[in-house]
C-alpha cells in the first residue's frame, strides 16, 4: 500500500502503517548516526536534555556529503542501522516513534519497536542523490564539531521510504 504521511508520526499513524506500505514523508525529519547517537546517550546519562524533542520524531541515519552550489544538501543515502541498535531501545522508550535506515535491527530494538508502537523504515542504498531532491532544508542543530555526523534539522516533501518493521514487530526482512 502507499502512504503520504506527516511528520511528527502519532502512534496512531505508526499503528496505522504495515510491513511493505511504500510511504513518503513529509515534514521535518532529524539526522543522527553513531557519533550523535553515543553524544545523545552520554548528555542523557548526565541527566540533560537531548537537542531535539523525540516525542513522536523521526532519526534518519544519514551522513550526508557536502551540498553542491545551489543544493540544499549533497548526497543523501542511509547508512546501516545496527550501528545505533544499542542507544535505539532507550531513544524508543523516550518517544522516539520512527527510524530510518538500512539493514537488519537486534531483536532488542524490534523488542522496543513493538513496546512503544514504532516503526522502522527503509530508504534505498545508494540512491543518495535521488533521495536528497527530497530534502528541502538542511539546519544543523548540534554537535556541529561531528562533521558530517553532527544532528541535523531537515524538512523534507515526499521522502521515499519502505516500512520494514512495524508496530507489531511484522519484518519484511525476515519474511
Do not use: Q, W
Not at 553524544?39 to 536534555?49: A, N
Request: hydrophobic share 40%; glycine share 10%.
Amino acid at each position: 500500500m502507499e502512504r503520504h504521511i506527516n511528520t511528527p508520526i502519532t502512534g496512531e499513524v505508526a499503528r496505522g502503517l504495515h510491513a511493505g506500505d511504500y510511504c513518503y514523508i513529509n515534514g521535518t525529519i532529524y539526522v543522527a548516526r553513531d557519533a550523535a547517537h553515543k553524544r545523545m546517550d552520554e548528555t542523557l546519562d548526565r541527566g540533560d536534555d537531548l537537542p531535539f524533542d523525540l516525542t513522536d520524531n523521526v532519526v534518519y541515519y544519514m551522513g550526508p556529503s557536502p551540498a553542491r552550489e545551489g543544493r540544499v544538501i549533497g548526497s543523501a543515502g542511509p547508512t546501516t542501522a545496527s550501528r545505533m541498535d544499542r542507544y535505539t531501545p532507550r531513544l524508543l522508550d523516550l518517544g522516539l516513534k520512527g527510524m530510518i535506515g538500512k539493514g537488519k535491527r537486534s531483536p532488542e530494538v524490534i523488542d522496543a519497536i513493538i513496546r512503544n508502537g514504532a516503526v522502522y523504515f527503509a530508504a534505498i542504498g545508494g540512491a543518495g542523490a535521488l533521495l536528497s531532491k527530497a530534502i528541502k532544508a538542511s539546519e544543523v542543530i548540534a554537535y556541529d564539531d561531528l562533521g558530517t555526523e553532527a544532528v541535523r534539522r531537515l524538512e523534507v516533501e515526499d521522502f521515499p521510504v519502505i516500512v520494514v518493521i512495524d508496530s507489531e514487530g511484522n519484518n519484511l526482512y525476515s519474511r
